[in-house]
């Protein structure tokens, strides 16, 4: 009995120290970042100082340079706009063409589904080199709509098939009591289907901006002016002047332009693999 | 009333288009074809593109467009830079992805466990993926600085290195290849765990009972049961870790822009410093074309895995 509890003790330790153990791996970065904004720039460049304390009293001064006087909340906006737009061309052709994906077509539109998906793994730097000409013969070089313009190359396949496992979860009773109604196919899709879709759309919405946020290599390569740049780009390249880094202002920024998305982000996790998962759940 | 009004209206308005709105067989293409026109557009044509230029002459700022055939691959596939690259691509993505996949398994078996705070600790293991990646590595510059770096003062505070002995993170060839890829790893460890999560909680509960009644060890029962039946989703995990893993390029730009002498340097970094820094726009895409190849692998498998679920 005694060896018995003693096991079940031993089980839980180890299960909480593996959990722990990984939660400090993937968290401490941001918690360093958390500790690192509120230091003086005298005690982090202080060798000997223990990193883990203030030696010196907390201060308010990288963020106030973080706000005040680097372009930190221009590519804050700059982030949102282009973000803000590229959800609205997603949706636009998104919501269709996953609805039509999971209703309309039949074989080849599953066929079609997974090209489109798959068009998802085509990555950023097979395709820079020829895109980054084309958006300078466009003339946007160098302009947020360049962006605009690219970014929903990655963010409509994803969301095509996400809504389109969304719509097919929806039964097919309801299209067809408003259709003897006196409505269209397509009217059915948007005075019945779309509203009870919100939270499919919801999660179509957070997936595309977070990726917008995340994008790094089409911003890099387009955007090379510092009032244009979006907040993954500006900050890991505009905050260091030649070799010097000012740590307290780049954590903090940091921290503030990824947390608060990932809070929302997680939310919807379970959706994202959904999509993720294709066919290999059953 | 109301619907026999609409009955009635309904056959005038359809005479001129109201027939596209009704039939699938119309109506399907046309919602469809705006979102694959798009792609087609900007993905379709600039990897076309990409294919010619390589087999091309164009750089920044020159309008010529010549053929030039093979020129570009002969001139840069003997040079060290390139074989380095192609080397350090698959010794990151491979070395990488072993490891997540197995850390990624422990840590789901640890999650499948209920316990209290559990979203919490969710939420935590989720930030390094949920995070702007280049943001995240920035933490990781920090960390691993050459002179302030907090793993280097606890290793010493716990008399484990010297003072000037201070292992150089980011500035020592095997020691920055090995932080590039415990970034990576650590940036994509989230994701793979979630997939395998999902397929472990897939497995109806029965089957671990009938295990248990029949006296499995837990090695036999995780090799021999738990494994077999999650090993699509095992695969899926795999293939995107693979395709993040091979044409990655974030976590060495922010850390080591390659460096120290190109031993982290990798084909899509090699790509960008040659033809988006260095303005040969050709041998750049040239490089970049030796990414394509695995994704066609990659693809195929994926498309393998998706008609077999059709199946089943």
Redesign the interface.
């Known amino acids: 009995m005694a060896a018995g509890t003693g096991r079940r003790w031993g089980l839980r330790v180890g299960?909480f120290g593996?959990?722990g153990l990984?939660?400090l791996?993937?968290?401490?970065?941001?918690y360093?970042?958390l500790v690192?904004t509120f230091k003086r720039t005298s005690d982090?460049?202080k060798?000997g100082n223990?990193?883990?304390v203030y030696n010196e009293a907390p201060t308010l001064e990288n963020l106030r340079v973080l706000f005040q006087e680097t372009f930190y909340v221009k590519w804050l906006v700059n982030t949102a706009l282009v973000g803000v737009a590229v959800v609205v061309i997603t949706l636009?052709?998104?919501i269709?063409?996953g609805?039509?994906?999971a209703?309309?077509?039949g074989r080849w539109?599953?066929q079609?589904g997974?090209g489109?998906f798959?068009?998802y793994?085509?990555?950023?730097?097979?395709?820079?080199?020829?895109?980054?000409?084309?958006i300078g013969d466009l003339g946007l070089q160098d302009s947020l709509w360049s962006l605009v313009?690219?970014y929903?190359?990655f963010t409509?396949?994803f969301c095509?098939w996400l809504l389109m496992g969304f719509f097919k979860a929806i039964p097919r009773d309801l299209e067809e009591a408003a259709m003897i109604?006196?409505l269209?196919?397509?009217?059915a899709f948007v005075k019945v289907v779309i509203p009870i879709s919100v939270a499919g759309v919801l999660t179509v919405v957070i997936f595309s901006f977070?990726l917008v946020?995340?994008e790094?290599?089409y911003a890099?390569?387009f955007i090379s002016s510092v009032r244009q740049m979006t907040?993954?780009?500006g900050?890991?390249t505009f905050l260091v002047h030649g070799d010097v880094?000012f740590?307290g202002s780049?954590?903090a920024?940091?921290f503030i332009?990824?947390?608060p998305?990932?809070?929302l982000?997680?939310f919807f996790?379970?959706r994202f693999?959904?999509g993720?998962?294709?066919?290999?759940?059953? | 009333m109301a619907t026999l009004e609409r009955d009635l209206r309904a056959p005038a308005a359809g005479r001129r288009f109201g027939f596209v709105l009704d039939r699938p067989e119309w109506l399907g293409p046309l919602m469809i074809a705006p979102a694959v026109l798009y792609i087609v557009a900007i993905v379709g044509l600039p990897f076309l593109l990409a294919l010619y230029y390589s087999v091309s002459d164009i750089s920044m700022g020159r309008r010529t467009l010549g053929f030039v055939g093979l020129k570009n691959f002969i001139s840069v596939i003997p040079t060290s830079k390139f074989q380095t690259s192609l080397q350090n691509t698959f010794v990151f993505a491979i070395v990488s992805q072993v490891l997540v996949i197995i850390l990624a398994n422990i840590l789901a078996l640890a999650l499948l466990k209920e316990f209290r705070g559990k979203w919490v600790v969710r939420l935590l293991l989720l930030l390094p993926w949920v995070a702007p990646i280049s943001l995240g590595t920035i933490g990781w510059l920090w960390i691993l600085d050459s002179i302030y770096s907090v793993i280097n003062w606890t290793l010493e505070a716990f008399g484990l290195i010297t003072a000037d002995g201070w292992p150089m993170y980011l500035g020592k060839p095997y020691l920055a290849m090995g932080s590039v890829i415990t970034v990576h790893v650590w940036r994509l460890l989230p994701l793979a765990t979630v997939i395998i999560l999902a397929g472990l909680t897939s497995i109806p509960k029965d089957i671990h009972d009938a295990a248990q009644v029949d006296g499995a060890s837990f090695w036999r029962h995780h090799f021999q049961i738990t494994v077999p039946l999650i090993r699509p989703i095992l695969l899926v995990a795999l293939l995107f870790g693979l395709v993040f893993a091979f044409t990655d390029m974030v976590v060495i730009f922010v850390l080591t822009r390659g460096g120290p002498y190109d031993t982290t340097q990798v084909l899509a970094s090699l790509a960008f410093f040659t033809g988006i820094q260095g303005g040969d726009l050709a041998e750049g895409a040239a490089i970049a074309i030796f990414l394509f190849p695995l994704l066609l692998a990659v693809a195929f498998v994926f498309l393998r895995i998706a008609r077999r679920s059709e199946v089943t």
């Open positions: 299960h593996v959990v990984f939660t791996f993937t968290a401490f970065p941001f360093w970042m690192t982090l460049l060798r223990n990193p883990f636009i052709l998104a269709p063409a609805y039509a994906l209703r309309l077509t539109g599953e079609l997974i489109i798959l068009t793994l085509v990555p950023p730097t097979l395709l820079f080199i020829p895109m980054s000409r084309v313009l690219v929903p190359s409509i396949p095509t109604d006196g269209s196919r397509f009217g977070t946020m995340q790094f290599v890099l390569t907040v993954s780009v900050v890991p880094y740590w780049l954590m920024g940091s332009a990824s947390v998305i990932a809070i982000y997680n996790v379970d693999i959904a993720f998962t294709v066919g290999a759940i059953k």
